[in-house]
Structure formats: C-alpha cells, structure tokens
C-alpha cells in the first residue's frame, strides 16, 4: 500500500557537505508534501513542507524541489551538521486530510 | 505552549490483553490523529478526530478504535492485543481545516506485547 517511496535508506555525509534524500509518489490527488526530522526517543517534527503549486522552497539550510510531471520531490540539506543526524521522512497527503501517507524513511548520519 | 503530551510513555502487555493510551493535544488545536510506528511497516495512519467524530480511518481491523472528548483530548484502544501490535503509538495534533496536513507529533508510547 506504499504510496511514497523514499531513498535512499541511509545516508552518510560529511560535515559542511550536501545531504539529498529523494521521494516518489504515485498518486495524483497528493497535493500536499511535507518532510519530518525524527530522532531517537521523540516523535516526528514538521522540517518544511510544500504545495505543487511551486517548484522550490527553501528555509534556512533546507530546500524542497518539486517536480510534478515526475512526480517526484526532494531534501536538500546545505551545509550539514552533525547536528542533522537523524531519521528523515517524505510524507504526502490530500488536502484537508491528516491521513498523511510516509515514505519509509532515510536515517542520515554527518560525521564531523 | 505546551505539546503533545501522551501517556503513558512505555508500557508491557500480553497476548489478549487490553490497552488504552492517552493524548493531550496542543492548545487550541481541535484535530487527533493517530500513527502506529514500526521498523517493517514505518509510519501508518490508524485514524483522525475532529470535534470529537472520527474523520478518517485507515487500514487497521477493528480491535483498533479511538474516540475524542469535548476537550480535544483523544484516547485510542486495542483489545485483544497481538505479538505484532507491539508499536509506538504516536498521536499528532493540528489545528484542522485551516492548517491542513500540518502536524505536530507527541514523543510516543512505546507499547510492547509479550
């Protein structure tokens, strides 16, 4: 029933470098795509999310790129910092509906 | 403000058991939802209120149920515990129709089933 699939599964990166985790959807109706930063012992926290009404949106070192004819979107993470360590989740959902649908999952590790 | 808060944290039940966890939404917020987390099936929606009626249902036999009260605050149950029902159970507060999709998670309760 997966609806989003997410790569890569896990992701070593260096410190100051670039973290990319990808996503990939099938259903159409998604209008609605956020990412969820999770480490260990606590729930998932909102990161950035965007609508499909635009290609990009960036907030501080993190950046959504959208492509809808792909349907696909992706994190960017500038200058990674330990600090970055942790699970990350691409989500989609319908609007106006909480039945948010996760993609598995990438646990990112930014070695100093 | 404060968060999610659930409760209990951690808890150890057996087969055929019963359980019922606890959510206290953010203030202000009027929508619940319900996740069960595990390492082979990851994050699944298991249902959502809203102004205490349920809004959504996901894919979840019906030993799963929940319910909200007039505060917002959510319970969700499970009878008849199986082996792999052993999950955290995450609830996610929202403000609803006019923040759609935007939620904020509690850290959890970690449900073990022997």
């Known amino acids: 029933q997966q609806q989003v699939k997410q790569s890569p599964q896990s992701l070593i990166v260096q410190k100051g470098g670039i973290s990319i985790i990808n996503c990939a959807y099938e259903n159409t109706a998604f209008d609605y795509f956020p990412w969820y930063q999770q480490f260990p012992g606590k729930g998932p926290a909102l990161l950035i999310a965007i609508r499909p009404d635009v290609s990009e949106k960036k907030e501080g070192r993190f950046t959504i790129s959208f492509n809808k004819s792909a349907k696909q979107f992706s994190l960017h993470i500038m200058d990674s910092q330990p600090g970055d360590s942790a699970t990350y989740f691409c989500?989609?959902?319908?609007?106006?509906?909480?039945?948010?649908?996760f993609g598995a999952g990438t646990r990112l590790t930014v070695k100093p | 403000k404060a968060g999610v808060t659930q409760t209990p944290r951690y808890l150890i039940k057996t087969r055929g058991q019963q359980v019922t966890l606890s959510c206290s939404p953010i203030?202000?917020?009027?929508?619940v939802s319900w996740y069960q987390q595990t390492p082979g099936q990851g994050l699944q929606f298991l249902f959502e209120?809203?102004?205490?009626?349920?809004?959504n249902k996901g894919n979840f036999p019906g030993r799963f149920s929940g319910r909200q009260f007039s505060n917002s605050r959510s319970e969700m149950n499970v009878s008849t515990l199986e082996l792999g029902d052993s999950a955290l159970y995450l609830c996610?507060?929202?403000?609803?129709?006019?923040?759609?999709?935007?939620?904020?998670f509690g850290e959890g309760s970690r449900l073990t089933v022997l």
């Open positions: 996610a507060s929202s403000l609803g129709d006019s923040a759609p999709g935007e939620l904020f």
């Open positions: 209120y809203f102004s205490e009626t349920q809004r």
């Open positions: 203030s202000g917020h009027r929508s």
């Open positions: 989500a989609a959902s319908i609007r106006g509906n909480n039945d948010m649908r």
